[in-house]
């Protein structure tokens, strides 16, 4: 059980970005360039100089055992044996290497992780409501619809070369405990005739000042939500 789907063209990306190193280390490419380049794969630059962050995409915060068992045992042998959760419910391996990156994400998409799109202008993490699921005043769990949300956005080129960066959130109910009204796109569960679907809400933010979204959308049929973020990220970018 995977709770998202790699890009099949994945493979081909780490490739490029191994020569990507490699130029790096040659200089024949400069460090704003790498910067460009790894970002995209939610690696980051740290203050002690020559280490590097790797962020690991794990929407709604959800990772199987066999997944979880090889961020520690990623972490433990190229970084700091100590993980970070972040505010957007992904991992972050910290204190890595540059000779440590290209191992690191290859042992991370054995098992179905990547760190793609865990940074700089892109797709962010989806998250949804931490108890989706197991919330008995939910309108119904929402957390199938941050999975195949992430699959689809992450397959996507475009999802890696936003103009700023573009957050998704999804609550199983008005109490909103993902702060979907508080995201760039916010998804809050709602039924319509016993069909299950969201109130749809935009331009929300949790920066200098908080920011509450509009509504977009009252309702949009649960079948049609990849269609209305396409078509959001399209306006965005």
């Not at 433990?76 to 290497?97: M, N, V």
């Not at 699959?151 to 109910?173: C, N, Q, V």
């Amino acid at each position: 059980m995977n709770f998202y789907q790699l890009p099949a063209h994945l493979g081909n990306d780490i490739h490029k970005f191994a020569q990507q190193v490699e130029d790096f280390k040659q200089e024949r490419l400069n460090p704003a360039q790498f910067k460009g380049a790894r970002v995209a794969f939610g690696i980051y630059e740290q203050r002690q100089e020559s280490t590097f962050m790797m962020r690991v995409r794990s929407p709604q915060g959800a990772i199987t055992p066999e997944q979880l068992r090889r961020v520690a045992e990623v972490s433990r042998a190229y970084g700091d044996e100590k993980l970070h959760a972040t505010t957007r419910q992904e991992f972050q391996i910290s204190f890595l290497g540059l000779e440590d990156l290209l191992p690191a994400m290859r042992r991370l998409e054995e098992v179905g992780l990547s760190g793609r799109a865990g940074g700089g202008n892109t797709v962010r993490n989806i998250v949804a409501s931490y108890d989706a699921g197991i919330n008995p005043k939910e309108i119904f769990d929402v957390s199938p619809y941050a999975y195949a949300l992430t699959t689809r956005m992450i397959e996507e080129a475009d999802s890696l070369s936003l103009p700023r960066k573009l957050k998704f959130s999804f609550s199983g109910d008005e109490s909103d405990s993902a702060k979907a009204t508080l995201t760039c796109v916010g998804f809050v569960a709602k039924l319509k005739e016993g069909k299950k679907g969201f109130k749809v809400f935009v331009g929300g933010g949790t920066g200098s000042s908080i920011k509450y979204g509009k509504v977009l959308l009252d309702w949009v049929p649960a079948h049609r939500v990849y269609y209305v973020a396409k078509a959001i990220k399209r306006l965005f970018d």
